[in-house]
Nanobody, 116 residues
Framework: QVRLVESGGGLVQTGGFLRLSCGAA????????MAWYRQVPGKQRELVAR???????NYADSVRGRFTISRDNAKNTVYLQMDSLKPEDTAVYYC????????WGWGQGTQVTVSS
């Protein structure tokens, strides 16, 4: 099992920014695509952004142009820079592989709340 630890969430106003971090303990991190997901209570978890082992990125339409995913393989860490935040970005944010590696399990997530 890979241990995932998300951090960096918080409460910000509309238009603000946050930078999320996800540490992944495990030797395979550098060889897998990683992603950020988010979930609102009562709704399914959705893909926000993903990044290949080589650094190619892809974003959900709702965040493209505002969010930036990056990774530091030497630190086994993936980041999500979130700018121009909107109330609809409010959710718990998780990281995992892409596609999801269910056998990794999930971290505790980090809460992002954007006030209007």
């Amino acid at each position: 099992q890979v241990r995932l630890v998300e951090s960096g969430g918080g409460l910000v106003q509309t238009g603000g920014f946050l930078r999320l971090s996800c540490g992944a303990a495990g030797s395979i991190f550098s060889s897998v695509a990683m992603a950020w997901y988010r979930q609102v209570p009562g709704k399914q978890r959705e893909l926000v952004a993903r990044i290949t082992s080589g650094g190619s990125t892809n974003y959900a339409d709702s965040v493209r142009g505002r969010f930036t995913i990056s990774r530091d393989n030497a630190k086994n860490t993936v980041y999500l820079q979130m700018d121009s935040l909107k109330p609809e970005d409010t959710a718990v944010y998780y990281c995992n592989a892409f596609p999801i590696a269910e056998w990794w399990g999930w971290g505790q997530g980090t809460q992002v709340t954007v006030s209007s």
